[in-house]
């Protein structure tokens, strides 16, 4: 009797098995169900991605594709490039009438739909346009007192690039008996380099210096920590050097040429006590101190939360450049046809899996990418209008997070779309060598990611300390509450074994092992870290234990992303855009997934069969998304004027790039 059992045991094993093969086959024969159901209504998906902000960008495109003058060509010096950044800009403000500034404060998901529109006209102009409206004006006005008058007429901005900028070097030291700000670069290693519009154009700065006063004590000088200052560096006349400013060429750089970077000493400059931006701190006649923030470190934090709006619009600018990219690369490997059967018609080569491979999955994270970056815009226009102590750090620790792990995506995978449009991606006409190169230092300004990331893990683990002192959880951090404790305990041997299509598209299931993944490494690195540092001491041990933690952040962040893409997808009015949405937001799920699987295999949170169905279920969906790949990218609304790519062109793009060949 125990025999036939086992008999029928092992012929409903082999019938299951037989099952969930016929089962994903069928997956492969059949017809994509979710193309059909929204193929062709593009306009909405469009509308919900783009918002309410695609009039602003469409005028800014309008207004270049009808000045072709004022069009980046590909062969250009660095001397005429600056020149013709410089005219871009003031045509942008003065002809097209399109005027960021207006924007930076008071609404600003306009002005960085403004700089993703400028950016993709041209990098270099995205940057100089930041640099000039939200570092020089945006900076002066968010630093300076309500009830201080002073206008800066036209200012062009920096700050240094140091990782450890509370520990930079430049002082302002005031002399009360001129009233006045004395500043001064005291070391070769104190200069201020890469200063965007320093080298040609700029005529004014907003300096960061420590702050020194004058006292009575042995000493002689207090340091009030860091301070923002307005520093005129040119004549606005003859816009020569003014004395004690000396400025050096950065030079020819690997990209965004059009952006004339200086670096620049000063030597006993002197400035009016007006000049001090004064809405952290101020400086009376008499040089009496006052601030409504007690400590150096509670100003230094204030001041570095008005500068995160640069991490915002490097993210969200980053995006835009991966669009712009993926839009290329996906239009020419549906035009270029390759082999095929025999005696029959060749075949596009995103037909091939190893092309879907390398481009269905990025497409998917650049709609990630997107919503995500939209979600902290609009995370950072709440914080500006409200400064919530809780929103500030949110968004603090958030746009470090996505503005390291987006642009390093996004370099990576700019190679990646030239690789995949084979020897015409390498034409410098068809832009991935002039993005690579212009996009390429997204990486280390604002911020290096290395550094970033490292933010991100450190407030990581002072949220789960804070969990076990009863502390209370950022709104981007409560969801470690509930899956620490699920981390805890033992994963469920049920459901590590389910691996049907229907459960492994469950946003739950999805979103609990991306989250199940963050609180593990959060977990064991807090382990190490306690453990190293008994020997090492806490620096050292915060080495030993880095990469750990560059992991632990960069899963947090991918767990943010999910989590913002599913409900994006959820809260879409439109069914037929919803459909899509979900289908590109289960390839972005799955394949981060099965990109980790070993961790999820090692600690058993999934059955080797399970881990199996997730690899077969992603190549399925990228296959899907293959079908509706054009209607995808139709959707960034991306015009070819924008894109400039002969081999993206929607129309005739072999006639068009032969003709720019000279055939």
């Not at 006649?285 to 915002?312: H, M, Q, W």
């Not at 809780?390 to 996004?410: E, R």
């Amino acid at each position: 009797m125990n025999t036939n059992n086992n008999n029928n045991n092992n012929e409903s094993d082999d019938q299951t098995a037989i099952n969930r093969r016929i089962e994903r086959l069928s997956l492969h024969l059949a017809p994509c169900s979710s193309s059909s159901s929204w193929k062709g209504k593009l306009e909405e998906l469009s509308k919900y991605m783009r918002g309410n902000d695609r009039e602003i960008q469409e005028q800014v495109y309008k207004y270049f594709s009808s000045r072709p003058d004022l069009q980046t060509p590909v062969e250009i010096s660095m001397k005429d490039h600056r020149e013709l950044c410089m005219r871009q800009l003031m045509g942008l403000v003065r002809e097209a009438g399109v005027r960021p500034f207006q924007y930076v404060a008071d609404d600003p998901a306009k002005y960085f739909a403004i700089a993703e529109a400028v950016g993709s006209v041209d990098i270099s102009l995205g940057i100089k346009m930041g640099v000039q409206y939200s570092c020089g004006f945006g900076w002066t006005d968010a630093f300076l007192a309500p009830e201080n008058t002073q206008v800066i007429v036209f200012s062009n901005a920096f700050q240094p690039l140091r990782s450890n900028v509370q520990g930079l070097q430049t002082v302002a030291t005031f002399d009360p008996i001129s009233d006045e700000f004395i500043i001064n670069t005291p070391n070769d290693g104190a200069i201020k380099w890469w200063i965007g519009n320093a080298a040609v154009h700029g005529k004014f700065a907003t300096v960061f210096a420590k702050l020194m006063l004058p006292t009575h004590d042995k000493k002689g000088v207090s340091d009030m920590g860091v301070h923002a200052f307005i520093v005129p560096i040119r004549d606005l006349k003859t816009h020569e050097t003014l004395p004690g400013i000396e400025i050096n060429d950065c030079g020819h750089k690997v990209g965004l040429n059009g952006v004339d970077n200086g670096a620049l000493r000063f030597k006993s400059v002197r400035i009016p006590r007006d000049n001090l931006l004064n809405r952290f701190g101020d400086v009376s006649r008499d040089g009496k101190y006052t601030s409504p923030l007690p400590t150096i470190n509670k100003r230094f934090a204030a001041t570095l939360g008005e500068l995160v709006g640069g991490r915002v619009g490097l993210a969200y600018s980053s995006a835009g450049v991966l669009k712009i990219a993926a839009t290329i690369a996906i239009r020419y490997s549906l035009l270029r046809q390759q082999f095929g059967p025999p005696k029959q018609p060749e075949v596009s080569i995103l037909d091939y899996q190893s092309q879907q491979h390398k481009l269905m999955p990025m497409l998917a994270k650049t709609y990630a990418f997107h919503f995500a970056t939209l979600n902290l815009v609009d995370m950072y226009s709440e914080m500006k209008k409200t400064h919530d102590e809780q929103l500030v750090a949110d968004v603090h620790a958030l746009s470090a997070g996505l503005k390291a792990y987006i642009t390093s995506y996004t370099a990576k995978s700019l190679s990646v779309c030239r690789e995949a449009c084979g020897g015409h991606g390498y034409a410098a006409v068809n832009r991935f060598g002039i993005l690579r190169n212009d996009h390429d230092i997204f990486q280390t300004f604002e911020g290096d990611n290395t550094v970033l990331l490292q933010q991100v893990a450190a407030d990581l683990l002072k949220q789960y300390k804070e969990k076990f002192e009863g502390g209370t959880f950022t709104v981007t951090w409560n969801y470690l509450r509930e899956s620490m404790n699920a981390y805890l305990s033992q994963p469920n041997p049920v459901t590590a074994r389910w691996e049907g299509a229907d459960h492994l598209r469950d946003p739950k299931f999805q979103l609990d092992a991306f989250r199940y993944r963050t609180s593990r490494l959060l977990q064991s690195v807090a382990v190490r870290l306690r453990k190293h540092s008994k020997t090492l001491g806490s620096f050292g041990a915060w080495n030993r234990c880095l990469n750990h933690l560059l992991t632990l952040a960069e899963s947090h962040i991918e767990s943010v992303i999910l989590a913002n893409f599913i409900k994006v997808v959820q809260s879409c009015p439109d069914a037929s855009a919803r459909a899509a949405l979900k289908l590109v937001c289960d390839l972005y799920a799955l394949h981060q997934i099965w990109n980790d699987i070993g961790t999820y295999r090692n600690v058993d949170y999934v059955s080797p069969n399970k881990a199996k169905a997730i690899h077969k279920l992603t190549e399925y969906l990228s296959f899907q998304v293959r079908t509706v790949a054009k209607e995808l990218v139709d959707a960034f609304d991306l015009p070819d004027e924008v894109t400039r790519a002969p081999i993206a062109m929607q129309s005739e793009a072999y006639a068009k790039y032969t003709e720019i060949v000279g055939f």
